[in-house]
């Protein structure tokens, strides 16, 4: 229970599986008659996870920088979370650089909105001023709404499981 809690979910489900003889991954085994539910796969296959999308917080990480060769750019991506419209005012993440999204070009033209998780190019007014232009010089950068800022850190909390039998080392690669 209490390594539930730390997940953040509202729903956890347990299913005992057997990694050595596949009980309970496709097909249901016999060595646990206690347990009554789906196997792994026909679980993985019906579980709900449309109404855990986030559409409110924006968070657009820039996976490519494209330039044509009159010297525009379009930033290209897959949105992570959120919306984004064109005339939408942006902010570039790290450098804290005011923009405003002119045009969302999708895989199949340009369309007026996009959300998570689809694949889209965002191209910016004003992207030879420096002040647009010098921001989004990198892939990895990530645009966000100004109300909305994603939060920066340096630092990682992570829960790792360990599948050796040596120990982990601290350091060690």
């Given at each position: 229970?209490?390594?539930?809690?730390?997940?953040?979910?509202?729903?956890?489900?347990?299913?005992?599986?057997s990694?050595?003889?596949?009980?309970?991954?496709?097909?249901?085994?016999?060595?646990?008659?206690?347990?009554q539910?789906?196997?792994?796969?026909?679980?993985?296959?019906?579980?709900?996870?449309?109404?855990?999308?986030?559409?409110?917080?924006?968070?657009?990480?820039?996976?490519?920088?494209?330039?044509?060769?009159?010297?525009?750019?379009?930033?290209?991506?897959?949105?992570?979370?959120?919306?984004?419209?064109?005339?939408?005012?942006?902010?570039?993440?790290?450098?804290?650089r005011?923009?405003?999204?002119?045009?969302?070009?999708?895989?199949?033209?340009?369309?007026?909105?996009?959300?998570?998780?689809?694949?889209?190019?965002?191209?910016?007014?004003?992207?030879?001023?420096?002040?647009?232009?010098?921001?989004?010089?990198?892939?990895?950068?990530?645009?966000c709404?100004?109300?909305?800022?994603?939060?920066?850190?340096?630092d990682?909390?992570?829960?790792?499981?360990?599948?050796?039998?040596?120990?982990?080392?601290?350091?060690?690669?």
């Amino acid at each position: 229970a209490g390594f539930a809690a730390r997940l953040e979910t509202s729903e956890v489900t347990f299913l005992p599986v057997s990694a050595l003889t596949g009980e309970n991954v496709v097909r249901r085994g016999e060595s646990a008659p206690w347990y009554q539910g789906p196997p792994l796969l026909e679980h993985l296959e019906s579980v709900h996870v449309a109404s855990d999308r986030n559409l409110v917080d924006l968070r657009f990480p820039v996976q490519c920088v494209l330039r044509s060769p009159d010297g525009g750019r379009a930033y290209a991506g897959t949105i992570a979370s959120g919306v984004v419209r064109a005339g939408d005012a942006v902010v570039v993440l790290p450098a804290g650089r005011p923009a405003r999204v002119a045009r969302i070009l999708g895989p199949s033209g340009e369309v007026r909105e996009a959300f998570a998780p689809m694949a889209v190019a965002v191209l910016l007014e004003d992207v030879a001023a420096p002040h647009v232009g010098l921001a989004l010089e990198q892939d990895g950068d990530v645009l966000c709404h100004p109300g909305n800022l994603a939060s920066l850190s340096r630092d990682l909390e992570a829960m790792l499981v360990w599948m050796d039998e040596r120990p982990l080392e601290p350091g060690r690669t």
